[in-house]
């Protein structure tokens, strides 16, 4: 067992080290659109919800992301749940850096909430 | 090119906390490690990186193509899958995405059962019936256990 004890680590040349690359997730959510606010169940990044009407959602984010062109990902639906076996989509209606708005469409085409909905980011912090 | 070999790097004035340049760019309690992103805003490790994820093949006899965290398939029926995780989840509330590959107008794939050691996928056509699929991917983001 060796320990080394440091305030500032450089590279050999005396800039950045360079730690990781931008791989991870920014941001997911596990929420319920059918709760108060679209309560969240389990987050990352994430620091309020806004329920905007029927099937339209904003996901706020803790920490900005440096711009709109972060990749967006989402679950399909839910088995069994509400019209049409559960079949359901996720759609981007207003992507920010600081927030995502989103609707639940049946497969008709009509936005309605649903008990189950994921989204995650990957992209660039702010 | 130089290597430093060791078991922990502590911060000297902070235990938790290691600047490069100016800034602090790692910290760690309760074990969470946060790290700064790509601007200045810090973000957590752990909490960004997706614990489970894999590429099967639906039809036929089930297999994994490639995976993390995945310890076997379940072939509940057509279009009726349970992955089941190596290493549980630390509760059920996690994030799941998916998408499969498809000539079909409208297919869907839908979550269903979450649990700490399994969730289960089912893949369903526009006549809302089940239907084997050949490529299908799934991504977990949560808290493992």
Known sequence: ?126 | MSTVILDTITGKSTATTITIGSTPVVSASANSMTIRGEGTAQTSIQQGLAKSWVNFNGTGTIAARDSLNVGSLTDNGAGDYSPNFSTNMGNANYSITMMSASDSIRQFVLADSDTTSSYRIRVQNGSFSNADTSYLYCTIHGDLS
Do not use: C, H, P
């Open chain 1, 1 to 126: 067992m060796s320990t080394i004890k440091v305030d500032t680590v450089q590279s050999s040349g005396g800039g950045a080290v360079t730690l990781t690359q931008q791989q991870a997730a920014k941001v997911w959510v596990s929420f319920d659109g059918t709760a108060s606010n679209a309560a969240s169940r389990g987050a990352f990044g994430v620091s309020s919800m806004d329920d905007n009407g029927t099937g339209d959602y904003d996901v706020n984010i803790s920490s900005a992301m440096s711009d709109a062109n972060y990749a967006i990902v989402v679950g399909q639906g839910r088995y069994n749940e509400g019209s049409y076996g559960g079949q359901y989509d996720i759609s981007v209606a207003t992507v920010a850096t600081t927030s995502l708005q989103v609707f639940s469409n049946t497969v008709a085409a009509a936005r309605a909430d649903y008990s189950y909905n994921a989204i995650a980011f990957l992209g660039d912090l702010a």
